[in-house]
């Protein structure tokens, strides 16, 4: 039994997507690392402790909000926040946030087709090359999220500015984050009195009503400023980073695009093997207990490291190899795990699939329009994204 690993390794590893990080071949299966806000934390990378974690709830997400508990990176959301879904389940507004965001909801599948073609007749209209991220993948999630709410889509650009801070990893508190927030708070609270449609309009006529008088205007907005943000910065920055995977595995690439009936499955391997988680799924302690060959003490800092779990070799067989036939690839932990599994999963491999099918349709030879090593890797976020995502077909 050990209480410590040595050597102590500045985490996250990298920013850029476009490969595993080299410390994770070496790694023992829990470590401790030193983390942005300069804490030390336990990092978990194998499949089999990875899953552990995520399934018991004697490590929780929600008290890694406390005051004083060893911090990831600063907040930049009201630490009431950070159990988003647990609040939204105490408040009795899970079932309205469920049926919002399911794929199935009537018309969203249709509207989410059409919209895809439309954004690529208008990359086709200006003509290669493109940032695939600004001409496509942003404004196809952000549209999609206004759709679900049942904002004006005209509102994207203004809750979008918010982004960049808001899922920033920084050592200290951001002031900016708070203005904001509270700027997107006060939007969506607005809409509550003018907004029928959606999932705003749906949460503003339970105001009042029986079993919802405790439910304040500032939680039915909360719920919709953390849908946009989290559902937009995930759909997003997954499809970004499935088309950087599909980029640099050509062949792979146009074999999907010859066999588009391959595309459920492609998404889930695109999940397992895409690196757009940038740093762990952040847990505390609620109790002594032993973690593999660690014994992890009550109140340290425990971060799940989903790309270590889906490249585990013992679980995925040539685990970098992108096959798209491949018998496990659901397996994965891009989603999460357990009790913080995320609850829009269904909703995001679709919104991939009808992306990269619409994409690889009308541009079936896509290729990087700049040399790989050319991508610009944003820093600090709780994402991997690439800043711009040049294509040409």
């Given at each position: 039994?050990?209480?410590?690993?040595e050597?102590?390794?500045d985490?996250?590893?990298?920013?850029?997507?476009?490969?595993?990080?080299a410390q994770?071949g070496e790694l023992?299966?829990?470590?401790?690392?030193?983390t942005?806000a300069?804490?030390?934390?336990?990092?978990?990378?194998?499949y089999?402790?990875?899953k552990?974690v995520l399934?018991d709830?004697?490590?929780?997400?929600?008290?890694t909000s406390d005051?004083?508990?060893p911090?990831q990176?600063?907040l930049t959301i009201?630490?009431?926040?950070?159990?988003?879904m647990?609040?939204?389940?105490g408040a009795?507004l899970?079932?309205?946030?469920m049926?919002?965001i399911n794929?199935?909801?009537?018309?969203?599948?249709?509207w989410?087709e059409?919209?895809?073609?439309?954004?690529?007749?208008?990359?086709?209209?200006?003509?290669a090359?493109v940032?695939?991220?600004s001409?496509?993948t942003?404004p196809?999630?952000?549209?999609?999220?206004?759709?679900?709410?049942?904002?004006?889509h005209?509102a994207?650009?203004?809750l979008s500015?918010?982004?960049?801070i808001a899922?920033?990893n920084?050592p200290?508190?951001?002031?900016a984050a708070?203005?904001?927030?509270d700027?997107?708070?006060?939007?969506m609270?607005a809409?509550l009195?003018?907004t029928e449609?959606?999932?705003i309009?749906?949460?503003?006529?339970?105001?009042g009503?029986?079993g919802?008088?405790?439910v304040?205007d500032?939680?039915?907005a909360t719920?919709?400023?953390?849908?946009?943000?989290a559902?937009?910065?995930?759909t997003?920055g997954?499809?970004?980073m499935?088309?950087?995977?599909?980029l640099?595995?050509p062949?792979e690439?146009?074999?999907l695009?010859d066999h588009p009936e391959l595309?459920?499955?492609?998404?889930d391997e695109?999940?397992?093997?895409?690196?757009?988680?940038?740093?762990?799924l952040p847990?505390l302690a609620?109790?002594d207990m032993?973690?593999?060959?660690?014994?992890?003490?009550?109140?340290?800092l425990?971060?799940?490291?989903?790309e270590?779990a889906n490249?585990?070799?013992s679980?995925f067989?040539d685990?970098?190899r992108l096959?798209?036939?491949?018998a496990?690839?659901?397996?994965h932990?891009?989603?999460g795990?357990g009790?913080h599994?995320c609850p829009?999963?269904?909703?995001g491999k679709?919104?991939?699939?009808i992306g990269?099918r619409a994409?690889?349709?009308?541009?079936p030879?896509l290729?990087?329009?700049v040399?790989?090593?050319?991508?610009?890797?944003?820093t600090?976020?709780?994402?991997r994204l690439?800043?711009?995502?040049p294509v040409m077909w």
């Amino acid at each position: 039994m050990t209480t410590h690993a040595e050597p102590i390794l500045d985490f996250p590893f990298t920013w850029d997507g476009t490969h595993l990080p080299a410390q994770i071949g070496e790694l023992a299966p829990v470590v401790k690392v030193r983390t942005i806000a300069g804490a030390e934390a336990w990092l978990v990378s194998s499949y089999e402790l990875v899953k552990q974690v995520l399934e018991d709830d004697r490590f929780s997400l929600k008290n890694t909000s406390d005051p004083g508990v060893p911090r990831q990176y600063a907040l930049t959301i009201p630490p009431e926040v950070v159990n988003n879904m647990g609040n939204i389940t105490g408040a009795g507004l899970r079932k309205a946030v469920m049926k919002a965001i399911n794929p199935k909801a009537p018309g969203l599948q249709e509207w989410m087709e059409e919209h895809a073609a439309e954004l690529v007749e208008r990359m086709l209209k200006h003509g290669a090359p493109v940032d695939i991220r600004s001409m496509f993948t942003d404004p196809f999630s952000e549209a999609m999220h206004c759709q679900i709410l049942g904002i004006p889509h005209e509102a994207a650009p203004l809750l979008s500015e918010s982004l960049p801070i808001a899922f920033m990893n920084s050592p200290r508190e951001i002031p900016a984050a708070r203005l904001n927030w509270d700027r997107d708070i006060a939007y969506m609270t607005a809409r509550l009195d003018d907004t029928e449609q959606g999932l705003i309009g749906d949460l503003a006529k339970l105001r009042g009503t029986e079993g919802y008088e405790h439910v304040s205007d500032e939680m039915f907005a909360t719920v919709g400023v953390t849908l946009f943000g989290a559902g937009v910065i995930s759909t997003a920055g997954f499809l970004a980073m499935a088309l950087v995977t599909l980029l640099t595995h050509p062949e792979e690439a146009d074999h999907l695009a010859d066999h588009p009936e391959l595309m459920p499955q492609a998404v889930d391997e695109l999940l397992r093997i895409n690196l757009s988680i940038g740093d762990g799924l952040p847990r505390l302690a609620m109790e002594d207990m032993t973690l593999g060959e660690v014994e992890v003490k009550k109140g340290e800092l425990v971060l799940v490291l989903p790309e270590g779990a889906n490249f585990d070799p013992s679980v995925f067989p040539d685990p970098h190899r992108l096959d798209f036939t491949r018998a496990n690839s659901s397996a994965h932990f891009s989603f999460g795990g357990g009790s913080h599994y995320c609850p829009a999963t269904a909703l995001g491999k679709k919104h991939a699939e009808i992306g990269l099918r619409a994409v690889l349709a009308a541009m079936p030879r896509l290729r990087l329009a700049v040399p790989v090593e050319q991508l610009v890797w944003r820093t600090g976020f709780m994402k991997r994204l690439p800043e711009r995502l040049p294509v040409m077909w």
